[in-house]
């Protein structure tokens, strides 16, 4: 009977140490959780429990690089071993990916860039810098306003060189990189890359230096005839040279005579006039208007109380109102060229007055038939009324 009681008594302890182990064991793992501690190159970075992730993410990472697998030299190794982890040390997917991508590297056989003696970044093929400077050529163009006009040529002003290394994918920039590096550089005046733009650009010219280019023209009036029909006795096509977006010069490259039609008018001498306010906005042409109406004139765009000035030495055959023109001035300038002048607000000369070219003989108002302020104004040659434009450069 003491020997039974004796076992029990040992049973009970052995049972009760079984439960106590067990009890012990619960509570180390009761915070952790079976999942895969990453080491990249033997070096512990992280725990997880997403396995799946090891499986996809060298591919999932060339792909979205555009990288090729037999391009890479050599890369970082990644491994994981598996066991009991803390869950609260567990990363997510992002987290994981974020650590991968801070921790884990490959290198590719790459290039370093040179621009003159300078090294400006590391890209994976030429491509990239030759994709990059086309888009530079298209911002500097479209800077200057230059897509419809002519480009004798337009290249990187730099040295351009390349070296061919084996280099961390990390430290290679891809096309929108380098693009955004270069502008942004360029544009706070550390240039990496000067593109130098030389255009062609036409003008019609006169012996008074007056200007204009042959693309306004052009888009004024689809009758190339009338464009020499502008006051304007010569060609001239000028090349232009732009350093980004820097204006560097202009050289004259080519002159064309160009025969004026006034010359039976002005017995063989040129005509021109000035231009009659200091606006050059024209807010209604010459000729047939809305309705079949003509217009005789051209309206100018401007301010009552801007000035307005004779466009030609000459007296004043006329100044007067009338429910059409309101407040208007008509020179005579002689060889059968006369100006008018509507709506004025006020006029400074009187009939009969001689007044010099360039003078202010009045101020632009909104007088007579007028729906809203700006100067009216004529050419006559020989008493018909003519195009304004064929005399004045706008």
Request: one cysteine or more; glycine letters at 8%; charged letters at 25%.
């Amino acid at each position: 009977m003491h020997n039974f009681k004796g076992k029990i008594n040992i049973g009970n302890i052995i049972f009760a140490i079984n439960i106590i182990f067990i009890i012990l064991i619960l509570y180390l793992i009761s915070g952790k959780t079976l999942g895969y501690v990453i080491l990249v190159n033997g070096n512990q970075i992280g725990v997880t429990k997403n396995k799946k992730i090891f499986n996809e993410y060298y591919e999932e990472k060339l792909h979205n690089n555009n990288i090729k697998s037999q391009e890479i030299v050599k890369m970082d190794s990644l491994d994981f071993k598996i066991g009991l982890v803390n869950k609260i040390e567990c990363l997510s997917v992002d987290e994981t990916i974020k650590i991968l991508d801070e921790n884990l590297d490959f290198y590719i056989k790459a290039y370093s860039l040179f621009l003159g003696d300078k090294k400006i970044a590391n890209i994976d093929n030429r491509d990239v810098f030759n994709n990059v400077k086309k888009r530079l050529f298209d911002y500097y163009i479209g800077k200057h306003n230059l897509n419809d006009i002519p480009i004798n040529w337009i290249k990187i002003k730099e040295k351009v060189e390349f070296s061919e290394e084996v280099l961390s994918f990390k430290d290679t920039m891809n096309e929108d990189q380098l693009y955004d590096f270069i502008l942004s550089n360029n544009e706070n005046n550390n240039i990496l890359a000067t593109v130098e733009i030389v255009a062609s650009k036409t003008f019609l010219e006169n012996i008074e230096g007056n200007k204009v280019q042959i693309m306004k023209l052009y888009n004024q009036s689809s009758n190339k005839e009338k464009i020499y029909q502008n006051g304007f006795d010569r060609e001239v096509v000028r090349e232009i040279t732009y350093n980004n977006d820097k204006y560097v010069g202009m050289k004259k490259v080519s002159t064309k005579m160009l025969r004026s039609p006034l010359n039976e008018v002005q017995n063989g001498e040129l005509f021109y006039l000035n231009n009659p306010s200091k606006g050059n906005v024209i807010t209604s042409p010459f000729g047939l208007r809305w309705g079949g109406e003509k217009h005789h004139g051209i309206d100018i765009a401007g301010d009552i109380g801007d000035p307005i000035f004779a466009a030609e030495s000459g007296f004043a055959n006329l100044v007067s109102y009338n429910n059409v023109y309101g407040n208007y001035m008509k020179l005579n300038h002689g060889k059968g060229v006369e100006t008018l002048y509507g709506h004025c607000d006020v006029m400074f000369i009187k009939e009969g007055e001689y007044v010099k070219k360039g003078q202010i003989i009045g101020e632009i108002g909104n007088t007579g038939r007028s729906t809203g302020p700006h100067l009216h104004f004529e050419v006559r040659v020989n008493g018909k009324a003519d195009n304004p434009l064929n005399y004045v450069a706008y």
